[in-house]
């Protein structure tokens, strides 16, 4: 589901948005070519914001839920039609509800023995997390041992001004979290912080 080809990615988080703010939310993001959407589920009435997410912007974006913790709610968010999801840990249980789903799973990892378990249980991406903690430094050595077509993506603390230096540690993409989305926050400032994101993306070599 990642390949280099669609990098870097960046896949927005919109922790706390509400059902009727997320339309207005997400039709910005796409405009600003922020095309890959994390709903986490600790926001209110997430499965219905992600029902209404997935039948409009299902055709133009990819619909994922985040903070997914247990195998009953990847039961839900299949039913739902959903391709992605994140966690913020490894759970095998979790990873395997995914595989046999034919669902994507990121797991959230911050010891390469976290990553290389996601990795081995069939994890398609590792989420580094939280990277204000992990650090470049961690990213890169972490990025030395795991298997090569096991992408890695940076979240937590993400700005524009930081992506080029986790791409040159060997991240594939990103999570933006309350850099982009707050709740609350006008859509013309999303949309504003979106365009800088996409063009810190653009500027990477």
Same mark, same amino acid.
């Given at each position: @589901?990642?390949?280099?080809?669609?990098?870097?990615?960046?896949?927005? %988080?919109?922790?706390?948005?509400?059902? !009727?703010?997320?339309?207005?939310?997400?039709?910005?993001?796409?405009?600003?070519?922020?095309?890959?959407?994390?709903?986490?589920?600790?926001?209110?009435?997430?499965?219905?914001?992600?029902?209404?997410?997935?039948? !409009?912007?299902?055709?133009?974006?990819? %619909?994922?839920?985040?903070?997914?913790?247990?195998?009953?709610? +990847?039961?839900?968010? &299949?039913?739902?039609?959903?391709?992605?999801?994140?966690?913020?840990?490894?759970? #095998?249980?979790?990873?395997?509800?995914?595989?046999?789903?034919? @669902? $994507?799973?990121?797991?959230?990892? @911050?010891? #390469?023995? !976290? *990553?290389?378990? $996601?990795?081995?249980?069939?994890?398609?991406?590792?989420?580094?997390?939280?990277?204000? +903690?992990?650090?470049? *430094?961690? $990213?890169?050595? @972490?990025?030395?041992?795991?298997? &090569?077509?096991?992408?890695?993506?940076?979240?937590?603390?993400?700005?524009?001004?930081?992506?080029?230096?986790? %791409?040159?540690?060997?991240?594939?993409?990103?999570?933006?979290?309350?850099?982009?989305?707050?709740?609350?926050? #006008?859509?013309?400032?999303? *949309?504003?912080?979106?365009?800088?994101?996409?063009?810190?993306?653009?500027?990477?070599?």
């Amino acid at each position: @589901m990642f390949s280099k080809e669609g990098a870097p990615y960046l896949i927005a %988080i919109l922790r706390g948005i509400t059902t !009727e703010e997320a339309p207005a939310v997400v039709e910005a993001l796409i405009a600003e070519g922020l095309t890959w959407i994390e709903v986490p589920l600790n926001s209110p009435n997430v499965f219905e914001t992600l029902k209404l997410l997935q039948a !409009e912007y299902g055709q133009r974006a990819q %619909i994922g839920a985040g903070t997914v913790t247990r195998v009953s709610e +990847v039961e839900k968010l &299949a039913a739902l039609g959903l391709s992605y999801f994140v966690t913020p840990n490894s759970n #095998p249980a979790v990873i395997s509800a995914a595989v046999d789903r034919n @669902m $994507a799973v990121a797991c959230g990892c @911050m010891t #390469p023995s !976290e *990553a290389f378990a $996601a990795a081995y249980a069939g994890a398609k991406a590792i989420k580094l997390f939280p990277c204000e +903690v992990i650090g470049t *430094a961690g $990213a890169k050595a @972490m990025r030395a041992v795991l298997p &090569a077509d096991v992408p890695l993506f940076a979240v937590g603390g993400i700005e524009p001004e930081s992506l080029q230096s986790y %791409i040159d540690a060997g991240c594939l993409g990103f999570g933006i979290g309350s850099a982009l989305f707050k709740p609350g926050r #006008p859509v013309e400032d999303i *949309a504003a912080r979106a365009k800088a994101f996409r063009e810190a993306a653009e500027r990477l070599s």
